[in-house]
DNA sequence: TCTAACGTTAACGTCAACGTTAACTTTTGC
DNA sequence: GCAAAAGTTAACGTTGACGTTAACGTTAGA
């Protein structure tokens, strides 16, 4: 594994130091590995989530608290998948996965409101992009006369 | 045209009093009429803008200083319609309407990029849903056995 | 080897976007 | 006609999401 320093993490993904510190406070990205003397060691899969963070913050608008919700089911996935199931336990873990499984349609049901949402809008803006035309138009033939 | 009080407004929008003054405040939406006694009073445009806001708020995640830019496109096309234009002043309208276009388009330019990293988060769930059924699958085969 | 550049924690500062409260006037129902 | 409900301005409080600074330890290169 690459050892990317903070620094290098903040440059590629655009955040601040302090803002990539404040995310694993949060919880929003698992801890490093530290070096001898306490420096975060990053690997690739960090930058990844970084970016993904950023995407559902800035294009989404997300709260950093519902990325959090996110971030929550894929771990507890990948915590599922690790773990050896007995025998007796198969019901169990059954009835995690539905939960899990709940909570990511509501998810997707969140999104498409929005992606919906977002259509509407870029109509609004396509009829005040027709509105402009029509009138460069109008004043063009004006113009002429 | 029906005289809405502001808590109508408020209700219809499920937005709150302070938030509706604090807005008008910012110049998003325009002052409205004011009774003898100095109440406001709202006409169905303000709800219909107001839900414009929730929504570019919401769902596209803007601050309400982006969307002030929004709204000042909209504002000045309607001043620019209003006004009586002089032949020699035909130009000059010319070269404001295709200011606002070039605006409009890079209004249009952000909202595509958004929709599309939007869709795009929207197939990372859709992976996280197919891990989460796939697993389902998989347990409740192995309870059969 | 030593110093400049970079890292660390911890605490306080800031800004947007409202919420809350106070002190007051207007409107409405009985 | 008058209390209660709803409106007003103005000022201060709060919360989320970081920025900034201080005080200090670590690491890399000449």
Redesign the interface.
């Given at each position: 594994m690459e050892h990317l320093k903070i620094d290098d993490v903040a440059k590629e993904c655009g955040l601040t130091k302090r803002t990539i510190r404040y995310y694993e406070e949060l919880g929003l990205i698992p801890p490093p590995e530290r070096s001898e003397g306490g420096m975060r060691l990053y690997t690739r899969t960090h930058i990844e989530r970084l970016k993904?963070i950023m995407?559902?913050?800035?294009?989404?608008?997300?709260s950093l608290q519902e990325i959090l919700d996110?971030v929550a089911?894929?771990e507890n996935?990948d915590e599922?998948?690790e773990q050896y199931?007995k025998i007796e336990e198969?019901?169990a873990?059954?009835a995690q996965?539905?939960d899990?499984?709940a909570i990511?349609?509501r998810?997707?049901d969140m999104?498409?409101q929005?992606?919906a949402?977002?259509?509407?809008?870029?109509k609004?803006?396509?009829r005040?992009?027709k509105?402009?035309?029509d009138?460069?138009a109008k004043?063009?033939k004006?113009?002429e006369s």
């Open positions: 993904q995407n559902a913050r800035d294009v989404l608008g997300f996110f089911v894929g996935l599922l998948k199931v198969v019901d873990k059954l996965l539905r899990i499984e990511v349609s998810q997707l999104v498409d929005k992606l949402k977002m259509n509407e809008f870029r609004d803006i396509e005040i992009q509105r402009v035309t009138g460069i004043f063009s004006e113009k």
